[in-house]
Nanobody, 123 residues
Framework: QVQLVESGGGSVQAGGSLRLSCAASGRDFSTHVMAWFRQAPGKEREFLAFININSINTNYADSVKGRFTISRDNAKNTVYLQMNSLKPEDTAVYYC????????????????WGQGTQVTVSS
């Protein structure tokens, strides 16, 4: 069992930065691939990035590649999403998720989810 709690969301102007954190409880964090998704009103949940258990492999959606960076600290049971050069279209609720089974790109691949944190980017 993995329980996830996101934090770090808020309001920022376009071009600004935010760092999201996702704290995991339980002893299995280091055996799970971790990911970030987001969901804007009226839209489907969108994959943003995942990171494998030892941080060697990461994968990003084209919409955030070069602007967002996913990282993890297994000693702290935490995964991060550094978001730079934010745009108004990045406005959404951001979720972290965990899984042990791939292929890691779809919401249905993940069986543990946080409650989400709101990110609002104004122009």
């Amino acid at each position: 069992q993995v329980q996830l709690v996101e934090s770090g969301g808020g309001s920022v102007q376009a071009g600004g930065s935010l760092r999201l954190s996702c704290a995991a409880s339980g002893r299995d964090f280091s055996t799970h691939v971790m990911a970030w998704f987001r969901q804007a009103p009226g839209k489907e949940r969108e994959f943003l990035a995942f990171i494998n258990i030892n941080s060697i492999n990461t994968n990003y959606a084209d919409s955030v590649k070069g602007r967002f960076t996913i990282s993890r600290d297994n000693a702290k049971n935490t995964v991060y999403l550094q978001m730079n050069s934010l745009k108004p279209e990045d406005t959404a609720v951001y979720y972290c998720a965990a899984t042990q089974i791939g292929p890691f790109l779809r919401p249905s691949d993940y069986n543990y989810w946080g409650q989400g944190t709101q990110v609002t980017v104004s122009s």
